[in-house]
């Protein structure tokens, strides 16, 4: 049977499409493999949200070169971000890339292995994940409307586009039946969730619909924008049991010039006010944040006041990036990237040293108690889940616990994870 490789870098949008191209590959008869030297098909799903990100793909297409010439001669893809609708400049500049393919484009893959005789076009239901996770991903909105000024996103992925309710509501429905307990519903702007429909629902009637699938335990979402998480959202979150107490909702700097610059929409005071009702109206809830330091013109003060974030607001999570100058972005064409790299690195190891300390005290307080994960899969030997909250638990046990939610009594706490027994 021929086989296929795919690499993925990036956001859990990017894990979602490779997903879904695996599961078309397998349907219309290849088989997956950890090797490319293995694969007929090599597909790289890659990622230019920062210079670092596009580096490594660079890299991985560079060393794919001598597969090319070699008796095996795979064909190889290139999809994800760094493919946009003008493919000229890529083929010239990637001559060892067989095809061209944007995010979510699975059709076109298809077309193509179509004209070689290699397989069908891919039908809708042939995209659902064949071998789902306990915890799955499940793409509800593709693209962005916002335009922050540092982001690629929506010159390569476009205008929010909102799948229905009811073609979600199917496919999750389906996953349950393959033994999914929990989704994680996906978006680049995940509360812009359905403003383009025609009966214009919001990710808070969503929720509401599939806090009903009987034998779904647990939902998720991510990435929120501050802008857009409205009361409505907030009031679903704290009524809906089967939702989980955590959020992503970047703030991405801490100063008011800085955050007008970005064209976040939004001041730190008005975060700062958001994050204390979404507090008072979910007791426990835990929340990851997004920074970036050494945008355009930061000045230490401006700096300083993320730190002050941080300090005040005291994350569960914070995901902290160096600016990284994308070519096509307002701040690009605009603004000059005028903070030495090593200046931008102090900062963000600065971020990276207060958070692990912030971290280490959160976690510490789970030590002795008693916490419900759902069981994802093994690593060295342990099973590992995550709580309601998205701390990761490792625990030792003979049994088969795949898929299932245990209990577990957390023995020993750090800044990222924790290790526990199977409590009674």
């Given at each position: ?7 993925t ?11 879904r ?10 088989q ?19 210079q ?32 946009d ?5 890529l ?20 077309q ?11 039908k ?16 509800i ?11 690629i ?71 929120s ?8 959202l ?6 809906l ?35 204390e ?27 300083e006041?993320?730190?002050?974030m ?19 972005t307002?701040?690009?064409?605009k ?51 995550r ?19 245990v ?14 027994s199977?409590?009674?």
């Amino acid at each position: 049977m021929p086989c296929y490789y795919i690499w993925t870098i990036g956001c859990q949008m990017n894990k979602a499409d490779s997903e879904r191209i695996g599961s078309y590959l397998e349907r219309v008869g290849f088989q997956a493999t950890r090797r490319a030297e293995e694969a007929e098909i090599v597909v790289l799903n890659s990622c230019v949200v920062r210079q670092s990100a596009e580096d490594r793909v660079i890299n991985k297409l560079g060393a794919l070169k001598s597969l090319k010439r070699g008796p095996q001669n795979p064909i190889l893809a290139l999809t994800g971000c760094m493919v946009d609708s003008r493919v000229d400049g890529l083929r010239n500049r990637f001559s060892q890339v067989d095809l061209f393919f944007r995010p979510q484009a699975v059709g076109e893959l298809g077309q193509f292995l179509g004209s070689r005789g290699l397989a069908a076009p891919p039908k809708p239901d042939s995209l659902l994940p064949l071998h789902p996770s306990p915890s799955t991903f499940v793409p509800i909105i593709e693209g962005c409307d916002k335009f922050c000024s540092y982001c690629i996103v929506p010159y390569r992925r476009g205008r929010e586009r909102s799948r229905s309710v009811d073609e979600i509501l199917c496919e999750v429905r389906w996953l349950v039946e393959r033994g999914v307990k929990e989704v994680t519903l996906l978006g680049q702007n995940v509360d812009s969730y359905g403003h383009d429909l025609p009966t214009r629902p919001d990710l808070a009637d969503l929720l509401a619909e599939l806090n009903r699938v009987d034998s779904l335990a647990r939902i998720r979402f991510l990435t929120s924008h501050p802008k857009d998480m409205g009361e409505r959202l907030i009031e679903a979150m704290a009524q809906l049991e089967k939702v989980c107490e955590y959020l992503s909702l970047p703030f991405q700097a801490g100063d008011d010039d800085i955050l007008l610059a970005m064209r976040r929409g939004y001041s730190a005071k008005q975060y700062r006010e958001l994050v204390e009702r979404i507090r008072d109206a979910i007791p426990g809830v835990a929340l990851s944040t997004d920074v970036i330091v050494g945008f355009p013109g930061e000045s230490e003060e401006q700096f300083e006041r993320t730190l002050d974030m941080i300090c005040e607001l005291r994350f569960d999570t914070v995901h902290a990036a160096c600016y990284s100058p994308r070519p096509g972005t307002i701040a690009t064409r605009k603004l000059r990237d005028d903070v030495p790299l090593e200046e931008k690195r102090r900062r963000r190891e600065k971020i990276e040293v207060l958070q692990e300390r912030i971290a280490s005290e959160i976690n510490r307080k789970l030590l002795g108690q008693t916490v419900e994960i759902l069981v994802e899969g093994r690593k060295k030997g342990k099973w590992l889940g995550r709580t309601r909250t998205n701390k990761l638990v490792f625990f030792g046990d003979e049994g088969d616990h795949l898929g299932k939610l245990v209990r577990v009594e957390i023995e020993k706490t750090s800044p990222w994870a924790f290790q526990g027994s199977l409590a009674g």
